[in-house]
């Protein structure tokens, strides 16, 4: 599996933007780059994600590199309800039969300040 | 609320004994996943079904098995427990948007061996 490096924590103020980085030197050229996020006590929920364009949707906005080794996700007014672990992964365009199971890595715990 | 079902949501039993854990993915899903969460490993892929037959496998152990009921529904059987099978076990389901498959998770069944 292509393996994704991302931050351990960071820190952010409330009504404040947040850009949480993941760097993917060795993505395919069909690999989908998935954002989702847990928070505490909850299932994982899924963020949104991204081939080639910038995308945006209801909660996040995605920010891909030209060169497709790294993305950033953007929460653009972070709430407390934000506070969450972010997890960034890489899967394969679909090819039928449903997805392959996430490989979760340890993601980015974030931290709200009020 | 994602629209995945998960039950029990806790459970409390006995080295040695065996639990079924129950799941109903999203209506029109055809994919079960499952997955386990626990405090040293993270979350972790076990195995996935897709419209009946198993589709893929992950670090699932062989005291533990699954199926997928005709309904879709789906059961994960874990026997022989040991205490470091305490841990959240999570289901999801899939569904393609925008070309490429995303996952909707349940919220857990929490277990604990004693």
């Known amino acids: 599996d292509a393996k994704t490096t991302q931050p351990n924590s960071m820190e952010s103020n409330e009504e404040e933007p947040v850009h949480l980085p993941c760097n993917h030197s060795t993505i395919s050229g069909t690999d989908y780059i998935h954002w989702y996020r847990q928070l505490p006590s909850q299932g994982p929920e899924y963020v949104i994600h991204g081939l080639t364009s910038n995308v945006n949707n209801r909660m996040a906005s995605l920010a891909i590199a030209e060169d497709r080794k790294s993305s950033t996700l953007i929460l653009h007014r972070a709430t407390l309800r934000d506070a969450a672990v972010y997890y960034c992964?890489?899967?394969?365009?679909?090819?039928?039969?449903?997805?392959?199971?996430?490989?979760f890595g340890k993601g980015t715990h974030l931290i709200i300040q009020p | 609320d994602s629209g995945v079902t998960q039950t029990p949501k806790h459970l409390i039993t006995a080295t040695g004994q065996r639990v079924t854990l129950r799941c109903s993915p999203r209506?029109?899903?055809?994919?079960v996943y499952w997955y386990q969460q626990s405090l040293d490993q993270g979350l972790q892929f076990l195995i996935q079904y897709y419209n009946g037959e198993e589709r893929a496998k992950g670090n699932i152990l062989e005291r533990f098995s699954a199926q997928q009921f005709p309904d879709l529904h789906s059961e994960l059987n874990l026997s022989s427990l040991e205490l470091g099978d305490s841990a959240l076990y999570f289901c999801a389901s899939s569904a393609r948007i925008l070309g490429a498959d995303t996952q909707y998770f349940g919220p857990g069944t929490r277990l604990t061996v004693l």
């Open positions: 209506s029109g899903d055809l994919s």
């Open positions: 992964i890489l899967l394969p365009m679909y090819s039928g039969g449903g997805a392959d199971g996430l490989t």
